[in-house]
């Protein structure tokens, strides 16, 4: 994968840079940053500390950092949203910012919600307007064009909120329709939404551009399309539009409508953002977590992202004015199922909630220090006066936000670690390659683990390749099952307890799938919904296996 989509080539597209070359590259360019304050011998020192951790595999930075630091394009970010106005020439002019940013390999969200609805009037014209869902086929196949240079497919977050009147089309069209095949798709969802769920009252469907009620319906018939096309095919997930704000470090710059792709960072329109993420398992010594080195990696890498906010060669204009005035960063982990299981913890338990609030708590407190630190010496971010922080009785802060969870698909594989908060797929299985290659993966802490038991016979490590599930090993004892336990075996509490453990500690959002086993009834995907909102998640995604045709991770016997 570094290879095919990391590495640098030459003009003729062979590969003329080395791993370690990448890692220095992108050590460098973030430490040029130092220069402006410390001169190139503190730079010097700096590139040092960041090499010397991304070698250490302690870290990593979001993938257009590794693909473009040091080089021309210079584009360092992941996430970005950008605004939709209710003009043809606004839809259109954003539709170029998008192919700009997709461009540099970063990802982008949209709320399509000031999109005045199908049918209704074109003053200019006299004509009808052909409503968000149509307009997102644009994007959706612009997207599609682009392909981030042939080494990243260009991802897309729409969001549509759930006052809006084509909010029953736009739930359809992935899943019926077949449309969007570059989108992630969620509905805005609000707490007086979930109220009138819940009291089972009318919802009304107001137009956006005059303000007007088009309808009123049902609200759990509203609630029920959601659930229904989620329980089909996983799309839409749910953003909690009041659960977002309240997150919100500057309500005075505006509020949150949207987030990235992956749904992990919202932001306001231009803002991008930055992330990277700590291997956990690395930070394991003996049985313990090594707490003092986590903390310390953090610091260093908000010091690394800090840095990037000031050598990144930013898309758009727009883009720079809105990212400096609030500098954003998000610091996340990657591997937190292999931590469980190094420390023997079954990811469904109080003790993984527990470790989960730990950690993300040391790693939030760390950060913040950096980020005071970092302001102490080069100042606190713009909007800081304006921001919710002097009220918090902070004097100084160089980041409105340090801490995101990503989903860090390709990174946890370069890292070969499990992805982002995830439990583990399965323990073994099939994945899909870039060039539609299906690679047989065992867990190497499973495999390591049956060795020691005396286990790894070749009847096991055939019903391991049937099933992908400890419990098909005879004899394994009980404890290993429970933490050996993969996606489609824990319950759908399990992995919210996981997601709200993070989330407590995580200034922006946390990137989870809830897993849900083929025969999962439409009736638990509504109440994992209820329960996300009233747990406090910023958003829900769900995903029952099977319910997609294709997908990146296959079983070899559905669950
Ligand atoms: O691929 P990698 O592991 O670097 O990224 P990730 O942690 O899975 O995704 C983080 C963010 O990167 C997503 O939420 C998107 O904003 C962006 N992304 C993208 O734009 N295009 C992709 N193909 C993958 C991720």
Not at 217 to 232: I, N, P, Q, T
Not at 417 to 427: Q, Y
Not at 452 to 472: H, R
Request: charged share 20%; hydrophobic share 40%.
């Amino acid at each position: 994968m570094l290879r095919r989509r990391y590495l640098i080539r030459d003009e003729k597209g062979r590969v003329v840079e080395t791993p370690e070359r990448m890692l220095q590259r992108v050590a460098r360019a973030m430490a040029g940053a130092e220069e402006i304050s410390g001169g190139s011998a503190e730079a010097r020192i700096w590139e040092k500390r960041f090499l010397s951790a991304l070698s250490q595999g302690l870290f990593l930075p979001n993938s257009p950092t590794l693909m473009n630091a040091g080089r021309p394009l210079g584009q360092l970010s992941a996430c970005f949203v950008l605004p939709v106005e209710d003009s043809l020439e606004g839809i259109f002019e954003t539709v170029k910012q998008a192919a700009i940013i997709h461009k540099t390999g970063g990802g982008t969200g949209f709320d399509f919600s000031g999109l005045r609805p199908a049918g209704d009037q074109v003053a200019s014209t006299g004509g009808i307007s052909s409503g968000p869902v149509s307009f997102m086929q644009v994007f959706d196949t612009a997207t599609e064009a682009i392909k981030q240079g042939g080494v990243r497919r260009g991802a897309n977050m729409g969001i549509l909120h759930v006052s809006h009147p084509d909010i029953e089309l736009f739930i359809r069209a992935k899943t019926e329709l077949d449309l969007f095949s570059n989108f992630n798709l969620s509905v805005m969802v609000t707490d007086e939404f979930m109220q009138k769920v819940r009291a089972d009252r009318d919802w009304d469907l107001i137009n956006p551009r005059n303000g007007s009620r088009v309808r009123k319906l049902k609200a759990r018939g509203l609630f029920e399309l959601m659930v229904e096309s989620a329980h089909g095919a996983g799309e839409p997930g749910l953003v909690f539009f009041d659960a977002l704000n309240r997150g919100n470090p500057t309500p005075a710059l505006g509020r949150f409508n949207a987030t990235n792709p992956c749904g992990e960072q919202p932001l306001l329109p231009y803002e991008s953002c930055n992330l990277a993420s700590l291997v956990l398992p690395r930070f394991v010594k003996g049985k313990q977590i090594n707490y003092p080195a986590l903390e310390e990696a953090a610091g260093l890498v908000v010091r690394f992202l800090d840095n990037a906010l000031e050598v990144n060669r930013f898309p758009l204009p727009q883009v720079k004015k809105a990212t400096r005035l609030t500098r954003k960063v998000g610091l996340g982990v990657m591997g937190f199922a292999d931590l469980l299981i190094a420390l023997n913890i079954p990811y469904e338990s109080s003790r993984a909630a527990q470790v989960a609030q730990k950690v993300m708590k040391a790693i939030n407190s760390a950060a913040r220090e950096m980020s005071r630190d970092l302001a102490r010496q080069r100042g606190s971010f713009p909007a800081f006066a304006k921001s919710v922080f002097p009220a918090q009785g902070e004097t100084r802060m160089r980041n409105a936000t340090v801490t995101t969870l990503a989903p860090t698909g390709a990174l946890s594989l370069l890292m070969g670690c499990s992805a982002g908060i995830e439990p583990l797929f399965a323990l073994s299985h099939k994945r899909r390659m870039l060039d539609d290659q299906l690679v047989n993966e065992v867990n190497p802490a499973f495999k390591a683990r049956l060795a020691e038991l005396g286990l790894d016979t070749l009847q096991n490590q055939k019903a391991l390749a049937q099933s992908g599930l400890a419990a098909s090993i005879a004899g394994l004892p009980f404890k290993d099952r429970e933490v050996f336990k993969s996606a489609h075996e824990i319950t759908a509490q399990g992995h919210m307890a996981i997601q709200r453990a993070f989330q407590l500690y995580t200034d922006n959002a946390v990137s989870k799938t809830v897993n849900l086993p083929a025969r999962a009834p439409v009736k638990e995907v509504w109440q994992v919904f209820e329960q996300a909102h009233a747990m406090g998640l910023k958003g829900i995604t769900v995903f029952r296996h099977g319910s997609r045709g294709r997908q990146v991770l296959e079983l070899a016997s559905l669950p």
